[in-house]
C-alpha cells in the first residue's frame, strides 16, 4: 500500500512538470465551457422567446419544417451537429 501511494505522487509530480513545460492546467479544457455555455444558452432563450413572440414563425418555414415554433420531428438538425461535430473533432489535426 505505501507503494502505491509513492507512484501516486511521483505521477502527480510528473503531472505538475509537464502542465509547467506545456503552459497548461488541469482546468485549461473548461475554459471553452465557461466561454461557449453563455452564449449558447443566451442563443437558446433567445429563439424560444422569438418563438412565442412572433406569430409569423408558425405559418413560416422551408422544406420539412413549416412550423418553425415545433421541434423538428425528424432530428435532421440534432443529426447535422452531431455530423459536423464529429468531422470538426476527425479533421482538427489535434491529439
Known sequence: ?????????????EMQKLFKEYGVTPFTPLKGIFIQGPIFVSFF??????????????????Y???DLSTPDSLYIFPVMTVLTFLLTVEFSGGC
Do not use: H, P, R, Y
Open 1 to 13: 500500500m505505501g507503494s502505491d501511494a509513492l507512484s501516486m505522487a511521483e505521477c502527480q509530480n
Open 45 to 62: 432563450l433567445a429563439i424560444s422567446t422569438m418563438v412565442e413572440k412572433m406569430e409569423s414563425f408558425k405559418f413560416v418555414g422551408a
Open 64 to 66: 420539412w419544417f413549416t
